[in-house]
């Protein structure tokens, strides 16, 4: 067997073992490691590469953000500002139709602005606001499916972890992919909102409505807001002005966020151990997938299969804009059955170097920050798409009394409009560069 051939193999192989639920990090490295023993025939130097690979990997000083951006979600939570943040949205959204889950989605959006993490996010807005949307009459499906999609911003509003890692792959500027995502940010915030007004006017019997809140306790519930405000600012600012670097901007944004909720009086010593020891459990979780897509990486690199990729692009005479098409395209259906970590550190290494000798129009920088900012959305929608949509499996474990069939109808309608956005922004690439 060629070595083409063995690196061709391992795909489906790979995939063989995610469908009979591997750990994806375990499926990669194994699949990493076996392929070189075959490759090299030899088990010293796989033997050897263990240690290299596994020291070089977690001696990247980059890798410390990571952490922080968990651990200031951790804090957020703690804090309470998952709470007022959908208290404040509630109360000016509440009473129009289907205003309840707008402010579910303006809540999200807020929240990750300070937490970084999608599934984090998903869950812990799940547990304030789902319980309001069925008090007001929203049905389970319809509920769950807007908190899962407005799960998704936070990996697209700054800071984000799979960001974070998408720049250490390709060496970026953090604070300009930061930036860069900003906008389309805003833009998915916005279309949830106008799915959502479309939604409940074709299905007027899936949401409620609730009394209108007087103004004075409309402004009053803004002030319990205002540390979001300045912890996003602190940091998404502080790291793009360079008063410090991304990691110390992650450690400034920890350290704020725990204070926060010390002077809340949320954060007692026991919650604190509760959160570092989850903050752990999360970090350790991607390290290993990072590690196993290393292997894997590795290997692919051996067989030239990546390079023999890009010689049969070139071959096919296709556009550049055709050819991020298809790669969009080839992320829309592996979302199906894959998470965002694991596709991003799986595909990027493959198809990085083939975008970046396509002739755009735009210097390398912009090139790789816009495409990166598409991936990172059609990375998002898979969050969502049945079968396999994480943030879909978190939410209805929190409402076991809505089948899971139910959201994947309701869900559509938000996978619709991440499409409509993905469109927008490939068409259109100056409105994620306009900041820059």
């Known amino acids: 067997m060629s070595m083409i051939e063995l690196g061709l193999w391992s795909f489906p192989i790979l995939l063989a073992m995610i469908f009979l639920r591997a750990p994806i990090g375990l499926a990669m490295m194994v ?14 130097i796989v033997l050897a590469k263990l240690k290299t690979e596994t020291y070089g990997t977690f001696s990247s000083y980059s890798l410390t953000i990571i952490p922080m951006f968990l651990l200031m979600g951790q804090f957020a939570t703690l804090s309470g500002l998952s709470t007022s943040l959908f208290k404040a ?42 319980p309001e949307l069925k008090r007001y009459g929203y049905s389970g499906g319809f509920s769950t499916a807007t908190l899962a999609a407005g799960g998704t911003l936070g990996i697209l509003i700054p800071p984000s972890v799979v960001l974070v890692i998408y720049a ?8 300009k992919l930061f930036l860069a995502a900003f906008v389309p940010g805003v833009l998915a915030a916005i279309g949830y ?71 809340r009086g949320k954060l007692t010593w026991v919650l604190f151990k509760q959160s570092i020891i989850a903050t752990a459990t999360s970090t350790a979780m991607i390290f290993f997938i990072i590690l196993g897509a290393g292997f894997y990486n590795s290997f692919l690199a051996l067989t030239q299969v990546p390079q023999e990729l890009l010689v049969w692009v ?24 894959m998470d965002s970590l ?57 409402d076991p009394d809505t089948k899971i ?32």
């Open 405 to 436: 069939s139910e959201t994947y109808k309701a869900v559509m309608w938000f996978v619709a409009s991440d499409i409509v956005r993905v469109i927008l922004l490939f068409a259109f690439p100056v409105i994620t560069l306009f900041f820059l």
């Open 89 to 130: 949205a509630e109360n000016w959204l509440g009473h129009k139709k289907g205003g309840m889950a707008m402010a579910a989605i303006g809540a999200c959006a807020g929240f990750a602005a300070i937490c970084g993490s999608s599934l984090a996010t998903a869950a812990t807005m799940s547990k304030v606001a789902l």
């Open 168 to 175: 250490i792959l390709t060496e970026q500027n953090i604070a």
């Open 193 to 263: 909102v106008i799915t959502i007004s479309i939604y409940v006017r074709i299905y007027p019997k899936d949401a409620g409505t609730k009394d209108a809140v007087p103004y004075k306790e409309r402004f009053r519930s803004l002030i319990d807001v205002w540390p979001v405000l300045l912890v996003f600012f602190l940091v998404v600012g502080g790291i793009y002005w360079g008063w410090f670097t991304p990691t110390e901007g992650a450690a400034v944004g920890a350290a704020g966020t725990g204070l926060i909720a010390f002077a």
């Open 31 to 44: 699949c990493g490691i076996g392929g070189m023993w075959l490759a090299l025939g030899s088990p010293n």
């Open 314 to 337: 070139a071959e096919l005479g296709l556009a550049p804009l055709a050819i991020i098409a298809v790669i969009l395209l080839i992320y829309l259906v592996m979302g199906c059955f």
């Open 342 to 398: 694991s596709m991003i550190l799986l595909t990027i290494p493959i198809f990085f170097p083939l975008v970046a000798g396509l002739d755009l129009g735009m210097s390398p920088e912009f090139l790789a920050i816009w495409f990166g900012i598409l991936v990172l959305i059609v990375v998002e929608v898979g969050l969502i798409t049945p079968p396999v949509g994480m943030n879909l499996f978190i939410i209805n474990a929190m």
